[in-house]
């Protein structure tokens, strides 16, 4: 039960709050406060052993999908295709996809038709580990300034411990003193 009344003290004392009105993330920096353990841990390594099959096949195609080499190689890919098909086939009359190049429409509205939704998973993924990410950094924000805030109030009761300590050292100084002056 000590750890409960330590965890409400800390929610009043250090946010000002009633342990009630806590967020998950304060909540959370308070337990840690409360048990004396670390806030923060590598949310991208988390994220990744978590990943599934899928998710990392999301994540390459929008890697591949979204890059200059990618578009490049598509670039060359249709040239060749249409020279392919207009001017070495075409000329022997074996062209196996004339233009206006049907197929190649067919081919591309399919890759396209798979790649955007695949693009979008990982977009969506991603945005999810961003969302996790800024509450993480936020925990570890909030862990930060408390405890410097605590750091300060224990560095100013040791400067008060230290002055009351000099002042008395002054008044006894003072008062041996005083009867060798009368």
Same mark, same amino acid.
């Given at each position: 039960?000590?750890?409960?009344?330590?965890?409400?003290?800390?929610?009043?004392?250090?946010?000002?709050?009633?342990?009630?009105?806590?967020?998950?993330?304060?909540?959370?920096?308070?337990?840690?406060?409360?048990?004396?353990? *670390?806030?923060?841990?590598?949310? %991208?390594?988390? #994220?990744?052993?978590? @990943?599934?099959?899928?998710? $990392?096949? &999301? =994540?390459?195609?929008?890697?591949?999908?979204?890059?200059?080499?990618?578009?490049?190689?598509?670039?060359?890919?249709?040239?060749?295709?249409?020279?392919?098909?207009?001017?070495?086939?075409?000329?022997?009359?074996?062209?196996?996809?004339?233009?206006?190049?049907?197929?190649?429409?067919? *081919?591309?509205?399919?890759?396209? %038709?798979?790649? #955007?939704?695949?693009? @979008?998973?990982?977009?969506? $993924?991603? &945005? =999810?580990?961003?969302?996790?990410?800024?509450?993480?950094?936020?925990?570890?924000?909030?862990?930060?300034?408390?405890?410097?805030?605590?750091?300060?109030?224990?560095?100013?009761?040791?400067?008060?411990?230290?002055?009351?300590?000099?002042?008395?050292?002054?008044?006894?100084?003072?008062?041996?003193?005083?009867?060798?002056?009368?």
């Amino acid at each position: 039960m000590k750890n409960r009344r330590n965890f409400d003290e800390l929610a009043r004392e250090l946010l000002g709050k009633a342990p009630s009105e806590l967020g998950p993330e304060e909540r959370n920096v308070l337990e840690s406060i409360s048990q004396r353990t *670390i806030v923060a841990e590598d949310i %991208a390594g988390r #994220a990744e052993k978590e @990943m599934s099959f899928g998710d $990392r096949l &999301s =994540d390459r195609v929008a890697e591949v999908g979204g890059s200059w080499g990618f578009i490049i190689a598509f670039i060359l890919v249709l040239l060749s295709w249409m020279i392919l098909n207009t001017e070495i086939l075409g000329r022997v009359d074996k062209a196996f996809d004339p233009y206006p190049y049907i197929f190649l429409n067919l *081919i591309l509205s399919t890759v396209a %038709a798979i790649q #955007a939704p695949v693009i @979008m998973m990982s977009q969506n $993924r991603a &945005s =999810d580990k961003d969302r996790i990410a800024a509450t993480h950094d936020y925990e570890v924000n909030l862990r930060a300034e408390i405890d410097i805030i605590r750091l300060h109030e224990k560095m100013d009761l040791l400067l008060l411990d230290k002055v009351t300590k000099l002042q008395a050292d002054l008044d006894e100084i003072k008062s041996a003193l005083r009867p060798a002056d009368s």
